[in-house]
């Protein structure tokens, strides 16, 4: 089990850069895959990016590959999300979240598959 939390979060101006980071704490972090999730206004939550354990594959939600990249350190057990050229409808709250798995590509998109959650960061961005 690891102990998140989330730092970075903002306003910023339409076509600015935002990083955030989640930091975690406990043993055995690089077998963690770390899924980012945002929950817009209204909306139901959804990943938008994912950095597996082991093999530190990387996937994205379609609308902001390209944008947003995300890096692990396993070090120091953190992972960020650099987002760039943000939109208006990258609002939202942004929740890391752990899987702990022996499978080196894995990085469910189904949030009910992690079961270590951070407290959450707010993203907006408006002019």
């Known amino acids: 089990q690891l102990r998140l939390v989330e730092s970075g979060g903002g306003l910023v101006q339409p076509g600015g850069s935002l990083r955030i980071s989640c930091e975690a704490s406990?043993?055995?972090?690089?077998?963690?895959?770390i899924g980012w999730f945002r929950q817009a206004p209204g909306k139901e939550r959804e990943r938008v990016a994912c950095i597996s354990g082991i093999n530190g594959k990387t996937y994205y939600k379609d609308s902001v590959k390209g944008r947003f990249t995300a890096v692990r350190d396993n070090v120091k057990q953190v992972v960020n999300l650099q987002m760039n050229s943000l939109k208006s409808e990258d609002t939202g709250v942004y929740y890391c979240a752990a899987l702990k798995t022996a499978i080196g590509n894995l990085c469910p998109t189904n949030q009910s598959q992690y079961p270590d959650w951070g407290q959450g960061t707010q993203v907006t961005v408006s002019a």
């Open positions: 406990g043993i055995n972090f690089y077998v963690y895959a």
